[in-house]
């Protein structure tokens, strides 16, 4: 899979860098790899927001990072 990140007018893409996964409440939370945490973090990014949708033979996530 691919993550697209869209930065005002540039996009960048990452490989295999973040993965959605679930605590054992369920709630959804990401689990990022140190070249998109320091990308986040160059940013300014200091919040993570998660929006999930599916349907029977797709899925999406959307992730928008926050300062």
């Known amino acids: 899979y691919e ?3 869209s930065l005002v007018g540039s996009e960048m ?3 295999d860098s973040i993965e959605i996964v679930s605590l054992p409440t369920g709630q ?3 689990k990022i790899s140190a070249n ?3 990308l ?3 940013l300014g990014a200091s919040r ?3 929006s999930l949708s599916d349907e ?3 899925a999406t996530a ?3 990072l926050s300062c």
């Open 3 to 5: 993550i697209r990140l």
């Open 13 to 15: 893409c990452i490989r």
């Open 28 to 30: 959804p939370t990401l």
């Open 36 to 38: 998109a945490l320091a």
């Open 40 to 42: 986040a973090e160059k």
């Open 48 to 50: 993570w927001h998660i």
């Open 56 to 58: 029977a033979d797709y």
């Open 62 to 64: 959307f992730v928008v």
